[in-house]
């Protein structure tokens, strides 16, 4: 799974909360936090049930404590998605 | 009896409690000066339903809103964690306080109540999260569903946009809460609050909140909207719902002078009761007496004689029984005076909305106060043989100071509420076109 496929995934958790063009505003923003974009504690739980939709990443409501904005939320999903990529290429 | 006298019925006394600002939010116009000049002309807001397909559902018609920038009022962050019953609390809100010329900044947080009733709470969210349940799964379901259908989303969103931290809370009695909103205004009042957002939404026009109230047997079926809610009509079939609303900004009448604003009117008095099976009788005698006993002591209340009544604001349920035990009620409770006192039910044009059609009674009692005009009843038809009361059915124009408002919640629950004109009322126009001096 590549990035630009969790991209995906995390732009479309943010417009299922209803931050609108997310894509454009991670593109111009790419240090933005959750609190800059007015999304609550419940708006990130909404992403991540969204992302995980998208991609089929779940990620644990307590790692999402850890995670204040989209920027972080993308490493962690690289992070897991890596070892999923080496364990498909073995 | 459910509660203690309230202040009023003397005008301006300092702890008298009053409506500073209102916002009707309806399916003939949102905002004071619209609804009352559509509610004066006869306009009628009932059409047939849109908001979802009625094809195998048997209610047809409603009164939907659909002239309301929501979005104006409510961004999409908000709006997807809402239901549209929250989304028309938050937008009639923001026309109130510009209504009453209220900067809440100005106030103490923790002198600032939001008190809301609600009938049908975010049902409409609520089907369409159960619905991707069963069809998606337990993931497919909003992390919104927790926070949005229940009924006391409109009060918490209300609270949260505002900052308000003073006393919190909603009213769940069908129609009759839009009125003891009020009365509970008032006891906050007394403890110590100094502004009170009050007042009632609804949005149900959808199959699972239809479905919740289809099982009373009063929800009209009929297919003509010119037809379907007759209220004190000859073979009435029910009454027709709608979606809407009216908020208010309510506070003592020091406050209000002090802040420089003339009141709209004087919240006199209040009562309830809860009759339970009673409220059905056969007996109109019997199904009368639970609410004859609130317009009984709300006028006491209020330091009101029977007589001194100008005007009811009724519940008009549509149904020969109910519709009975209202006529009968007014008798009981005014004497020969209830066979003459003018009459109205202007949610024959917007729908008897549960808890927001009591609150937006109050609004056009209000303005009728106001303006020195009944508003009329937009119905047709003969009345029941039964209905010995003058029903206004074209504005009248007519000298008002006290405006009785009543409210009947299924199941037995029973409201009255007085409203007086404030010794100085306001200009009729002065709110509406200068809402920021």
């Known amino acids: ?90 | 009896m459910m509660t203690t006298p309230l202040p009023g019925g003397s005008g301006e006394r300092d702890d008298a409690v009053v409506i500073s600002g209102l916002a009707p939010l309806t399916a003939i116009g949102s905002g004071a000066a619209t609804y009352w000049a559509a509610l004066v002309a006869g306009t009628s807001g009932l059409s047939k339903i849109t908001r979802f397909d009625t094809e195998t559902f048997p209610v047809k018609v409603a009164a939907e809103v659909h002239d309301v920038d929501l979005a104006a009022a409510v961004d999409r962050r908000l709006a997807v964690a809402t239901d549209r019953w929250t989304q028309f609390g938050l937008a009639a809100t923001e026309l109130a306080l510009a209504d009453g010329q209220v900067d809440l900044a100005a106030f103490d947080p923790y002198g600032v109540a939001v008190i809301t009733a609600s009938g049908s709470g975010g049902n409409e969210f609520g089907q369409r999260e159960i619905a991707a349940l069963w069809t998606r799964g337990p993931k497919a379901v909003s992390v919104y569903q927790s926070i949005a259908w229940f009924y006391a989303a409109t009060t918490g969103q209300l609270s949260i946009r505002h900052g308000s931290k003073g006393m919190c809370g909603v009213l769940v009695e069908g129609a009759a809460g839009g009125l003891d909103a009020f009365a509970q205004a008032a006891r906050a009042l007394r403890s110590g609050t100094d502004l009170a957002l009050v007042g009632a939404t609804e949005a149900p026009l959808s199959p699972y909140a239809l479905t919740c109230v289809l099982g009373s047997g009063l929800l009209s079926t009929a297919s003509d909207p010119a037809t379907a809610y007759r209220p004190f009509g000859a073979g009435a079939a029910g009454y027709v719902t709608g979606e809407g609303g009216a908020m208010f900004t309510v506070e003592r009448a020091s406050s209000c002078r002090d802040r420089g604003v003339a009141p709209h009117a004087v919240v006199a008095g209040h009562a309830a009761t809860h009759d339970g099976r009673r409220h059905r009788s056969a007996d109109p005698e019997i199904a009368a007496a639970g609410l004859a006993e609130a317009i009984t002591a709300a006028l006491a209340r209020a330091g009101a004689a029977s007589g001194d009544v100008d005007v009811v604001f009724a519940d008009g349920a549509g149904a020969g029984d109910l519709d009975q035990a209202e006529v009968t009620a007014l008798r009981l409770a005014l004497g020969a005076h209830g066979a003459t006192v003018p009459v109205t039910v202007p949610k024959a044009a917007t729908g008897r909305m549960e808890a927001a059609s009591a609150a937006l009674d109050v609004a056009a009692a209000v303005l009728a106060l106001e303006h020195q005009v009944v508003p009329p009843t937009a119905t047709t038809g003969p009345l029941a043989a039964t209905a010995e009361i003058d029903l206004v059915r074209t504005a009248r124009p007519a000298s008002l100071g006290t405006a009785l408002v009543l409210a009947r919640g299924h199941g037995g629950f029973n409201s009255a509420l007085v409203l007086q004109r404030p010794s100085h009322p306001s200009p009729t126009t002065t709110h509406e076109e200068n809402p920021n001096p």
């Open chain 1, 1 to 90: 799974m590549n990035e630009s496929t969790l991209l995906a995934a995390l732009v479309a958790g943010l417009e299922a909360v209803g931050v609108d063009g997310a894509a454009a505003v991670l593109a111009e923003r790419p240090g933005v936090t959750f609190a800059d974009l007015d999304v609550d504690s419940l708006g990130v739980i909404e992403i991540a049930a969204r992302i995980e939709d998208e991609c089929g990443i779940a990620v644990p409501d307590a790692d999402l404590d850890d995670l204040d904005s989209p920027a972080a939320v993308l490493d962690h999903l690289l992070a897991v998605a890596a070892p999923v990529e080496l364990a498909g290429a073995s």
